[in-house]
């Protein structure tokens, strides 16, 4: 059997892993239930395709991205490699075939969403199936205390149960101890292995930079710093307007968001991946599955609503290990906008229950039916049609998302495929019957053969058309009466946003939502912004040491490359006037722990322009700490 680094070699063309993934690799195919944290750009995929590879069977992997999943099944299939993907959209009899294969062992690697194991369709293959490996992608997804937590991740446990003994890898870029735990036990790990990389970037420069004109800014650091740049803003109008203030000053930038077609999106993507334009502006629907290493700067415009997501998207910076640097422009508007869009976030839950009754009426749904369905979704005519706030509406979407009734998608596309549900003889009749149909046939084989008749075929309307010199409408029309005689089944383009009911739909007003759970879950996200608020209002502190210490990780190393940690390295003072202001700090502490920002404010006027300096000295020689609510107080000697 081949080594773990022969493998990699074979299909990856490395000759050696990074750091802790052979190590996980090894957990694996010992067979250990192992809980891997890598940071972002850690290969963490890697980790649980390695070792399935080197096992017998097909490795089952759960992700809640659509996106993510058709990314990895299609690098797999890149490198030789049977993958397919399972997710909602899909017609019955594609999945069916996907099973089936899965079964009789054509498939490696099956992706699904945690939610497509509730199905019954999936359990009794599932038990049919030789499965050597779940890898459950996203893990910090499976915990209420995670910023991202998905009800149906829960339901794998009971999954695992009806399988004989078999290993779980749970991988996860961000995890608090607490989240880590939780992990482990949702999943009912027996004796199982850790391994937590550092969340330390030592090439990562972190900064703040306070701006009442935030683009003028961002103009300014462009100039200083060369090579390819993401900027990441809230909404999509802004991402339009920002790339364009961006072209206008004279650099090569272009906008990304989901409201694009798949075209558009790929399009812009590869242009910025091959370097033809040197900065993207995004919301947070770009960077998930995109491994760019020569990403300079990464800037957000708008702050994020925790610091799971800032850490995942500022550590798409610099991933060829050079140096790099994650910046957030900042006024006061944003620190009170934040607190607003977070409120915000959490409707009532009457007027969730209103929103789901609007969505069973549009899509005119019974009670107690159309479990994993999916429709076409326009949230702007569905909002206008029941006079709902399209934002206020939006929000409930997502709050009836957390809790597993539905999926929404807004970045689906799904390609035009085609299966040939008849035998050759079946087929060839068909043509003898129908010669208007026969040469159209024949072309169809001739462009994607005999694969037609045992599996799904990703197929192009306009390269048929172009063989056979007719119009792209004239090979639609030709394909759906192939569908429509029973011959075929035609599975036609699908780009627009796609909503998935998960459960059977439910009565709106009998509504299985606890109202305790919803606000404790709310005031989760509140913490989880005051975190964000402290980061970014924090000048005195070494960045690295608070993103890793909301991680909890401990460390009294200062990276020295932040804003805060060169700013200390460049100050000025006194020693008679660093005395002063050092007892004056030591009295105002004796009262009680305070913030940097009150602490300063207290001070006598002629003394606040060196306090945070002060601060800094004190906090090196370890006469002031923070404490465990993030604010300092004096150490006891």
Excluded at 14 to 31: C, G, T, W
Excluded at 594 to 599: I, Q, Y
Aim: a positive charge; aromatic letters at 10%; charged letters at 25%.
């Amino acid at each position: 059997m081949p080594t773990p680094v022969e493998v990699l070699k074979k299909y990856w063309g490395h000759p050696a892993f990074r750091p802790m993934q052979e190590d996980i690799i090894q957990s694996v195919l010992e067979k250990q239930d192992t809980l891997a944290l890598l940071p972002t750009g850690g290969g963490k995929s890697v980790c649980f395709q390695v070792p399935a590879l080197m096992m017998e069977g097909v490795c089952l992997v759960i992700t809640p991205l659509i996106a993510l999943m058709k990314d990895q099944v299609e690098q797999l299939r890149r490198r030789q490699i049977t993958a397919h993907a399972i997710y909602s959209g899909m017609s019955y009899k594609e999945i069916d075939i996907i099973l089936d294969n899965c079964v009789h062992g054509k498939v490696k690697f099956l992706y699904v969403s945690p939610e497509r194991l509730q199905t019954e369709l999936m359990i009794e293959r599932a038990k049919k199936m030789n499965i050597s490996l779940l890898a459950v992608d996203e893990a910090h997804c499976i915990s209420q205390w995670g910023y991202d937590f998905r009800p149906p991740y829960l339901q794998i446990a009971e999954f695992r149960d009806i399988l004989p003994p078999t290993p779980v890898i749970a991988l996860t870029a961000t995890a608090t101890d607490q989240v880590r735990q939780d992990i482990q036990e949702k999943l009912h790990f027996e004796a199982g292995k850790v391994f937590v990389q550092s969340f330390a970037r030592a090439n990562l420069s972190y900064s703040v930079r306070w701006s009442e004109n935030k683009e003028q800014k961002l103009i300014e650091i462009f100039k200083n710093v060369p090579g390819t740049a993401v900027v990441y803003v809230r909404n999509r109008k802004r991402c339009k307007e920002t790339a364009q203030a961006l072209s206008k000053a004279g650099f090569s930038a272009d906008f990304y968001h989901a409201g694009l077609t798949n075209q558009q999106r790929t399009q812009k993507q590869d242009r910025w991946i091959q370097n033809r334009i040197r900065i993207i502006v995004a919301t947070n629907a770009f960077g998930m599955g995109i491994d760019k290493p020569d990403v300079r700067i990464v800037a957000h415009l708008d702050l994020p609503d925790n610091l799971e997501a800032y850490y995942q998207e500022a550590g798409r910076a610099g991933r060829d290990g050079k140096k790099a640097y994650a910046v957030i422009l900042l006024n006061q508007k944003d620190l009170d906008d934040l607190q607003t869009r977070v409120e915000q976030n959490y409707p009532t839950l009457d007027y969730i229950k209103r929103v789901y009754q609007s969505l069973a009426n549009y899509f005119k749904i019974a009670v107690g039916s159309n479990l994993m369905v999916s429709y076409d979704f326009d949230l702007k005519s569905f909002s206008s049609s029941f006079n709902l706030s399209h934002f206020e509406a939006y929000q409930a979407i997502k709050r009836l998302e957390q809790e597993g009734m539905i999926q929404l998608n807004e970045t689906f596309y799904n390609p035009s495929k085609l299966y040939l549900k008849v035998d050759k003889k079946k087929l060839y009749e068909f043509q003898i019957a129908n010669a208007t149909m026969d040469y159209f046939v024949k072309a169809l084989l001739r462009i994607y053969g005999g694969d037609l008749f045992s599996s799904f075929q990703i197929i192009s309307e306009a390269q048929i058309a172009k063989l056979l010199n007719i119009s792209t409408e004239e090979a639609i029309k030709r394909l759906r009466f192939l569908h429509e005689s029973e011959i075929a089944i035609y599975d036609q383009r699908k780009e627009q946003p796609q909503i998935t009911f998960l459960t059977d739909r439910y009565d709106a007003s009998k509504l299985p939502i606890d109202n305790n759970l919803l606000q404790k879950r709310r005031n989760l996200q509140l913490e989880k912004m005051q975190a964000v608020k402290a980061y970014a209002g924090n000048q005195l502190r070494c960045r690295t040491q608070m993103l890793l210490a909301y991680f909890d990780e401990e460390t009294y190393l200062k990276c020295g490359i932040c804003d805060n940690c060169l700013s200390a390295k460049n100050s000025l003072i006194t020693a008679e006037e660093l005395q002063a202001i050092r007892i004056e700090i030591q009295k105002l502490l004796k009262n009680a722990p305070d913030t940097p920002e009150n602490l300063i404010e207290n001070l006598a006027k002629h003394y606040r322009k060196n306090a945070i300096n002060v601060m800094r000295v004190m906090l090196d020689q370890e006469e002031i700490a923070y404490n465990d609510k993030g604010r300092l107080e004096l150490k006891q000697r």
